[in-house]
């Protein structure tokens, strides 16, 4: 077995690893959120799963690197410049304990930024967790409404017919929403020619773009949801345009400067500022908020316990822009943009290969609007959209410096 076969399987159980501690940490928590109660006590829980994803995505880097038929490019390094200025960011704002948070972050990210030719087995090991988590949480919403469901009277909300939020085998319906538009994205890419479809897999395919599509609607997480939309919609487009990936790049870089145009726009705007307020769920005014304080965390973010302070009292900035400037500064910030830059240019060059890789760039960007895709404090849902980004890019990335050193070759 080659080094590189066996660093692609360490990377598929850092997937099952990530995925199956967050659905514990949802069946443990029993909706602490929404009780009142104090959470329970998880013990060393959260500090040996991140301890064995590190471990994991250091051996799988180790083994990758070991490997000669890696390819490293322009997007390697963008990978690296992002989860060095995010480690130097968080250390510096919130000390060395949150560093150590963030060097698990950055070993998985650059442990799915360096990949070979081999099957992606990561891939498949999302796909069949993710529908586990999809499929089990629309079931215990049929069965055990009073578990899954958000209770009656917190964050009511009524959106495709849907009276109630379901939350399943997550903590809260943004995050089963995010899980259920991940599956679906996976899946569509993923998705067997229209001749097969009548076969078991095929069948099986469709069930689960169905079932998903459901679960992400009934969560009612309506930034999810427009992301998942436009990112379906550029994939569509791109088929019609002949496989061309000029329509991932550009809705991505679209919605990055929208998110930059609604956090400056409309807090200053009163006529807006009233209007969206309410149904913004209250983010107009934590722009404002955030806005004010720019001076504190411009230069290079502030910790944590300041950023709730900045926020109107919130756990995030509710934009991903803000997000990262507020987590460190002008550099994270910067970071970033050559992050997503770097993935751009892979996307454009790789053809078909980029796909998985445009489609889910799409689906990050437009997250930017009322989320924060980029934050990545622990291990959480954000960062298995972001390995599924950096890794998919990494393949497209591989795919292209081959390609571009046989057509030299045989020149």
Known sequence: MRLGDIADTLRAMVVVVIIGFLVVFAL??????????????????????????LLLAASALLLTLADRSIKLGLFHL?????????????????GFMAG???VMVAAVLMAFSVQGAGRPLYLVAAKWALRVVVFGSLLAGVFFPDWALVPFGVSDRSLFGFSTRLVGLATSPNYLGLAAATLLIVELTSASKARRLLSAAGLGVVASLAVAAYVMLWAQSRGVIIAAFVAALSLLLSRLLGQSNWAYVASSWLAVGSSALVVFWIPGDVFLNDSLDDSSSGRVDIWASVLSSWDQYRLFGVSQNSATLIQYGAGNAHNGLLELLVTGGMPLLSAALVLFISSS????????????????????????????????????????????LVGACSRASFTQLVSSRAVSTSC
């Open 345 to 388: 240019v892979i996307i454009l060059r790789a053809g078909s290969a980029g796909a998985l890789a445009g489609v889910v760039l799409v689906f990050v960007s437009w997250q930017f609007l009322f989320g924060t895709p980029l934050r990545l404090t622990s291990l959480n849902w954000n960062l298995l959209v972001v390995i599924l």
């Open 100 to 102: 150590a948070v963030a």
């Open 28 to 53: 443990v928590d029993s909706r602490s959120a929404y009780t009142g109660a104090a959470g329970p006590h998880f013990g060393l829980l959260p500090l040996v799963a991140s301890f064995g994803v």
């Open 78 to 94: 963008g990978v690296l410049l992002f989860v060095l200025v995010y480690w130097l960011a968080v250390v510096y704002n919130n």
